[in-house]
């Protein structure tokens, strides 16, 4: 169950899913901003239950929670690039370099736009590279070897989005590192013929927000980098207006005691959903 604002900023997310699904309109980021505790996990985990029905279905999801990745760049480039490229996504890219190949023995056939870009050999050198990670081989732990390795990933995620669209939720993406980010997120979205929604839930102070809506605003990303419409505010009277909108069964009295017994939106919803009013501050 989500409050009003956070049904609010679920809905303007729903409908980016739905004008990229559809198509014409190439791939895009909205950053879910809000302090901590605003309710942004509850957001993205309803998110996809809420577009996931008949008339807007999510071909592809693909989950990554910053606050479980490890420390460091070099395991993290790895946990995203495999977060990334979960079973069906592996499944899709194979099916699409099989069909790469088809069209390169065929040459009367129109290839597809994301192949002849180079895509193909950009899916054969990552599924080789999964297969010699699974041999046990050492890959380039360098820094550029690990933005390689992100960038050839999300790069697969956006060619398979060609035929099955994508919903990427990134919940606390202040938690990855900051180049892996950025690279991640970029190739994701930074081909016109791709259908990927990139959904990442941020700070209000978020270096990274900042650095991707600067870089948003020329090259191949430009216009593609939004924020959704978000009311931050959480005082004690917000607090009371979201435990009556979530327990409609409240008294006014009883949803302001609420309100005094809590500091987050996070703690109303898990108050509310347990039934019992927290303890005394």
């Known amino acids: 169950m989500l409050g009003e604002r956070q049904k609010a900023a679920a809905t303007e997310l729903a409908q980016w ?6 198509g014409g309109i190439g791939s895009h980021a909205v950053l879910l901003a809000g302090p901590p505790g605003w309710g942004r996990s509850t957001v993205l985990s309803q998110l996809p239950v ?8 999510v071909s592809l999801l693909v989950g990554i929670d910053g606050g479980s990745l490890p420390e460091g760049p070099g395991p993290q480039a790895h946990a995203l690039r495999d977060g990334l490229l979960g079973a069906e996504v592996r499944r899709q890219a194979a099916a699409l370099l099989c069909r790469g190949r088809q069209r390169r023995a065929a040459p009367l056939v129109a290839p ?38 992100v960038a050839r990933a999300a790069r697969i995620v956006a060619a398979v989005s060609a035929s099955a669209p ?59 980098v939004h924020r959704a419409a978000v009311d931050p505010r959480m005082g004690r009277r917000s607090r009371a207006e979201l435990a009556g909108e979530l327990s409609p069964d409240l008294t006014p009295a009883e949803a302001r005691q609420l309100a005094r017994q809590t500091l987050t939106f996070a703690e109303i919803f898990a108050a509310t959903r347990s039934g019992q009013l927290p303890p005394a501050r």
């Open 166 to 224: 994508v919903l990427v939720v990134i919940d606390d993406a202040d938690y990855v590192e900051p180049g892996l980010a950025v690279t991640m997120i970029e190739n994701l979205i930074d081909h016109y013929d791709s259908q990927v929604l990139v959904v990442a839930a941020v700070d209000l102070g978020s270096d990274l927000a900042a650095a991707l809506t600067s870089r948003a605003r020329y090259g191949p990303t430009a216009g593609r």
């Open 50 to 57: 809420m577009i996931g029905g008949a008339n807007a279905p």
């Open 112 to 149: 597809d736009s994301l192949l002849t870009s180079g895509m193909a050999g950009t899916v054969s050198v990552v599924l080789a590279a999964l297969a010699a990670a699974a041999a046990g081989e050492v890959a380039d732990d360098s820094p550029a070897g690990q933005n390689g390795v």
């Open 17 to 22: 899913w739905d004008g990229i699904r559809h």
